[in-house]
C-alpha cells in the first residue's frame, strides 16, 4: 500500500547562521539531539507534582508505570473512537511544534534521532489473518488510524513524515530510531512500548499469537510465527519502503535507521543469535533492501548481556567486515546514575567528565561499555560510532540540590560533556573513510512533557523555561537547557578545532558535590 503524502511542504531554507557555522568549523558532525517522547511514550518524561492526574492526557502520577500500550488503553476507555485518535493526533503532531524545531535550528541542531514504535509501521496488509482491534477507515480526518492486534493505537506513517519534512525544511538530518519492536525488546521499560518480563514471548522467543510475556493477549493469529518474524517483515516490508518514499520527497532527509534501541537491555533473556538476528543481521537484509549502502547507514545499538559491546566488535571484524562504512554504533552516556565520583569526597570530577573515554586521557576507561568498544580497536579502524543519548541530569548531584537540578549543575554537566564529544571527534579525524570515526552526538532529550496536554480541547503545554523547576528531570531536556542560556552555541564559546584545547580549563574544571544523602 502506498504511504499517505506529507501535509507539510517540502521547501528547505537556508541554514541558519549556527548551522553555517557547524558545518565549516565541523564538517561531518552531526550536532544533535533525540526527539523521544512523541511517538514513543516514556512515563518518566510526563510525570507530575500535583494531584491533577489523567493517564489519558499524559498527566502521570509520579513514579507510575506507563507506556505506550497504558496510554493506548487509557485512551480508549475514556473517549470514543474518534476523539482518541484526535488526542494521538495533537500529541505526535505537536509535541514537538514549529517553534521548537526552529529554536533548534537556530542552535545549530543539524540531526535529529526520531524515535519512534513499530506500531507507527504497523499495517493491516502484513498479515491479513491477524485481528485489528479497529483497521484503519481509509476516510476522514484520521482515516490512517487504528487499533493494532496489540492494542496500540497507530496514526500510520502520515504524520511521521510531516515531522521529517519539517526537520528537513530546517536542514535537520533524521536517524530513525526504532525505539520499541513487536513483543517488547526490552524487559521492565518504557520505551519498550509495554512493560514486560522476561523470557517468552517476547521479541526474541516465543510466537506472537500467544501474546506478550506479563500477561498481555494480543489478536495475532495462530499461524507459527514469532515476534522476530513480525519485527523482521515490518523492518523490510514497512520502514525500508518508507525510507525509500520520504528520501524521494526530500532527498537525503533520513540518513539512518537504527534497527533497535537498547536490545534486551541488562538481561540474559535473549541470546547471541537472538540478538544478532534483528540487529547486524537485519541490517545486511535492510543495506541490500535499500539498494545502495551509500543511502542510509544502519545504527548498531548493544545493551544485552549476551551480546555486549566487545562481542559485537568483534564480529565487525570477522563475520561482518565487509560494512565498515554501513554500521555505525551507538554508545549510550549518562552520568545520572554513576561515572566519574570520588566516593570519599563525594564529588564528580569534571575533568573525568570531559575527557572520559577519551583514548590517552587518565580517564579514558571510565565507561567499561564503552572501553570494549575502544580496546577492540575498531575505532581506529575506522569504523564510525556517535552517542545516541546523553544527559545533564545527575542523580548524584540532585542528592544534594533537594532533589531536583540546578542551573549551575546542569551547566557544568552539559558543557563539560559535550567539550569531551567534540574532541572525540578530532581525536577520530581521518581514520574513517571521509571524516573522523566519530560522526557525532545526540541529546537526550529534546523536552520533556511536565506540562504538556494533548486532550484535543487544549492541545498544548510547551517546553517552558519558568514551569519546570520542581520537576526532578527538566535538565534531560534540551530545549529548556537553550532556554535558560545553560547550554550555548559553540560558536559563541569559540569551539573551533583549533581552540577548543584552550577552552579545557573552564569546561573541565572544578567538582560537583554528590551523594550529600550518604548514599
Not at 297 to 319: E, F, L, M, Q
Not at 325 to 331: C, E, K, L, R
Not at 385 to 398: I, K
Not at 454 to 464: H, I, M, N, Q, Y
Amino acid at each position: 500500500r502506498e504511504f499517505p503524502a506529507p501535509s507539510v511542504f517540502p521547501s528547505r531554507r537556508e541554514l541558519t547562521e549556527e548551522q553555517q557555522w557547524m558545518q565549516y568549523n565541523w564538517p561531518g558532525y552531526h550536532n544533535g539531539v533525540s526527539l523521544g517522547g512523541g511517538f514513543v511514550v516514556e512515563d518518566w518524561m510526563f510525570y507530575k507534582h500535583t494531584n491533577a492526574v489523567d493517564p489519558a492526557n499524559l498527566q502521570l502520577a509520579q513514579d507510575t508505570p506507563f507506556d505506550n500500550l497504558a496510554w493506548s488503553e487509557s485512551i480508549l476507555a475514556s473517549k470514543d473512537l474518534q476523539s482518541a485518535y484526535a488526542t494521538v493526533d495533537c500529541h505526535v503532531n505537536n509535541f514537538y511544534s514549529n517553534a521548537d524545531l526552529d529554536e533548534f535550528a537556530n542552535f545549530g541542531i543539524n540531526a535529529a534521532r526520531v524515535v519512534v514504535g513499530y506500531w507507527v509501521f504497523d499495517d493491516p496488509g502484513l498479515y491479513p489473518d491477524d485481528v485489528w482491534v479497529h483497521p484503519p477507515s481509509r476516510s476522514g480526518p484520521y482515516g490512517a488510524y487504528g487499533v493494532n492486534p496489540d492494542g496500540f493505537i497507530t496514526p500510520g506513517t502520515g504524520r511521521l513524515t510531516d515531522l521529517i519534512i519539517r526537520l528537513w525544511n530546517r536542514n535537520i538530518k533524521v536517524l530513525l530510531d526504532m525505539h520499541a519492536l513487536p513483543g517488547c525488546s526490552s524487559p521492565h521499560q518504557s520505551y519498550a512500548g509495554v512493560h514486560c518480563e522476561p523470557g517468552a514471548p517476547n521479541t526474541w522467543n516465543g510466537q506472537a499469537h500467544d501474546g506478550i510475556s506479563g500477561g498481555h493477549k494480543v489478536n495475532r493469529a495462530n499461524d507459527g510465527k514469532t515476534w522476530t518474524d513480525v519485527a523482521r517483515k515490518i523492518a523490510i516490508e514497512r520502514v525500508v519502503p518508507w525510507i525509500k518514499y520520504v528520501n524521494s520527497l526530500a532527498e537525503g532527509a533520513i540518513i539512518g535507521y537504527e534497527l533497535v534501541n537498547e536490545p534486551d537491555i541488562a538481561s540474559n533473556d535473549a541470546t547471541v543469535e537472538e540478538v544478532r538476528a534483528l540487529t547486524v543481521d537485519l541490517g545486511q537484509e535492510v543495506l541490500e533492501c535499500m539498494g545502495s549502502p551509500d543511502t542510509v547507514w544502519v545504527g548498531i545499538s548493544t545493551a544485552a548481556k549476551n551480546y555486549p559491546s566487545g562481542a559485537v566488535a568483534t564480529d565487525y571484524k570477522t563475520r561482518y567486515n565487509g560494512y565498515r562504512n554501513a554500521y555505525v554504533s551507538d554508545i549510550h552516556h549518562y552520568f545520572f546514575w554513576a561515572g566519574c565520583i570520588d566516593y570519599g569526597a563525594k564529588t564528580t570530577s569534571l575533568d573525568c567528565v570531559c575527557t572520559a573515554n577519551l583514548p590517552g586521557s587518565k580517564h579514558q576507561f571510565e565507561d567499561a561499555d564503552w572501553v570494549a568498544w575502544m580496546k577492540s580497536g575498531v575505532f581506529d579502524q575506522g569504523w564510525r560510532f556517535y552517542v545516541g543519548e546523553w544527559s545533564a541530569g545527575s542523580g548524584p548531584a540532585h542528592k544534594c540540590q533537594g532533589g531536583v537540578p540546578t542551573a549551575d549543575q546542569s551547566k557544568r554537566m552539559w558543557r563539560a560533556q559535550k567539550w569531551g564529544y567534540m574532541n572525540q571527534y578530532l581525536h577520530y579525524r581521518g581514520k574513517a573513510d571521509g571524516g573522523s570515526s566519530f560522526v557525532g552526538d545526540f541529546y537526550w532529550n529534546g523536552r520533556m512533557g511536565y506540562n504538556w496536554n494533548p486532550d484535543p480541547g487544549v492541545c498544548a503545554g510547551p517546553s517552558s523555561a519558568t514551569h519546570y523547576a520542581d520537576f526532578t528531570s527538566w535538565d534531560w531536556s534540551l530545549l529548556r537547557l537553550i532556554k535558560l542560556g545553560l547550554a550555548e552555541p559553540l560558536s559563541q564559546m569559540g569551539w573551533t578545532p583549533d581552540a577548543i584545547a584552550g577552552k579545557k580549563g573552564e569546561a573541565c574544571a572544578g567538582t560537583i558535590a554528590v551523594l550529600c544523602d550518604g548514599n
